[in-house]
């Protein structure tokens, strides 16, 4: 008897406590997981309802979402954001942060809860997160700053036709791409460290050694501000867009800043900012810009900005060109110039360089990545030190040179193929140790690659292959009877793969690289299908919006807008299709 006294309690308890069978996961501000910077006031929150053990027919009734200023907060119950109470709606898409105003830097963590279609009430979901930007423009006090050996202006486009033609003249070279460091002392204990940093065309950032994210080819492409030499092209007037902006990342660097000296770094690249293209009109040289702030446990706060204090020296990229490829130096490498006890007093004192007129805007949108390493399935030698290997698979990205030992001078070169090949990549080694190399700042389009000068037997994983671009997940899947549908349907989607970086989709990943809206209309309603591509298409729509004619409304055949680019009302019709298709997969109002 005495043990069912007992039971009896623990049952009636059980189901006091039995929660709703759908359960929110996957949380997302502005459609970004955890987003490192977001600069709207309030910004749009969305979760994922999964039904418990697989229930049919459930769904959600209401939601409740706290947020507070710090995770211990959170998890103790102490919203001091929000606390939007149960609010009796089937919404989980873009619902509306309406909580206490945001500063600019503030951290925000959030958890939902949901009820259910027989009115249970589900557990707290797993934390989320995500960080306001420099809401105020006021608030930047960091200067543009560049390579003294440089000017202000970009390099010159080639006076020759597309490459496809007989006459066709490679561009000007650009001198070898700039190191910029600053070093600096901490006396304090660091609480926190967090960096607002941008990079034009490219950049590469550290803190005391190390890189800082696995970004590459970032900040994403944007009509970054005005150009020279752009006169009024037909309709078009090549000047008189209606937004210019250039994206800024963030990114915590607590865990790498201490007591004593530090040092924080930037390796800069051209990109699209300074292309040298014969269809593609330059903005400037190089610049970076950068705002860091540390805040100590005692309160108090250190900003460390970019200005004229910062060193600059030439670096061992000796040229990158983001359609002429990239070439590497190993010799010229200073080692340890992104970390504390470097001797810097050789170096020049940076320039400052005339700010674009892109307003500064929160990078909220995927970056590329190394997506996918592929190694060899076939390497064939075609003489001492000429190899010719198979991948298997068209990609763009890269070779990855891996624990090379050689003699310091010897020339690597690495020539990729495809159908329209572009750029040229080299690296030259630097001798007396193992040496491992991939390009930074330009990609490459090629299912086999060419290499020659390679120092002894090519042995097994010393070369691989990575497939660079934009930081998509893919959530759809197709799979019939028929293999012809399935390897269709495998080419498609590494050929879409392919043709997404920077934010934006390509005609061809290769010879333009150019983001031509109607091609981007015809296939965003398949992207769609196949991947979560929401803070992707927020961006590209954003750029077509902002590279109309702001007098006539015009839009013209590319967006960000590249000389060249004219285009009949098939591409300006993005500007309509491109957000309504987004609506009705996304249910973006």
Known sequence: MKRKFILAPVLLLAGSLAFAGIKPERLRCEYINNPQVVDIQNPR??????????????????????????????????ADLWNSGKTMSSESVNVVYNGKKLDSRQECWWQVRVWDSKGKVSGWSEPAFWCMGILDPGEWKAQWIGAPWQGEEALPRPA?????????????????APLLRKSFMISKEVASARAFVTGLGFFEFYANGQKISKDVLVPNLTLYGKRDDIGPIGIMSGNNFSEYRVMYLSYDITAHIMKGENV???FLGNGFYNPASYWCQGYGSPRFLGQIYIRYTDGTEDIIITD?????????VTMDLI??????????????????????????YAAIRKAPEGILKAHMSPTDR???????????????????????????????????????GRKIEIKYICESAMGANSYI???????????????FVFREAEITNWPGELKPGQIMAEAVYTDVETTGKFECSSELFNTINRIWWRSQTDNMHGGVASDCPHRERSPYTGDGQVSCVTVMHNFDARPFYTKWIRDIYGAR??????????APWQPGCGGGVAWGAAMNIMPWEFYIHYGDR
């Open 45 to 78: 929150l969305s979760w994922i309802n999964v039904a418990d053990q697989g229930e049919r027919g459930q769904f959600q009734t209401a939601w409740e979402i706290r947020a507070a200023g710090t995770k211990e907060k959170l998890l103790s119950g102490e």
């Open 160 to 176: 020759s036709p597309r490459p496809a033609s007989p006459d066709y003249k490679p561009a000007v070279l650009p001198p070898p």
């Open 264 to 266: 924080i770094g930037a």
């Open 308 to 316: 004229n204090s910062w060193r600059a020296d030439l670096g061992p």
């Open 323 to 348: 359609y002429d490829g990239e070439h590497y130096d190993a010799r010229l490498e200073k080692p340890g110039w992104n970390n504390a006890g470097f001797d810097d007093s050789g170096w020049q």
């Open 370 to 408: 190394v997506m996918e390493v592929l190694p060899p399935v076939k390497t064939e030698k075609l003489g001492d030190g000429h190899y010719k290997i198979d991948f298997g698979h068209e990609i763009s990205g890269w070779v990855h040179l891996m624990n090379i030992t050689g003699e310091a």
């Open 429 to 443: 080694m630097k001798g007396g140790v193992p040496e491992s190399y991939s390009a930074r700042f330009t990609w």
């Open 549 to 558: 004619n702001k007098d006539n409304g015009y839009v013209p055949n590319g």
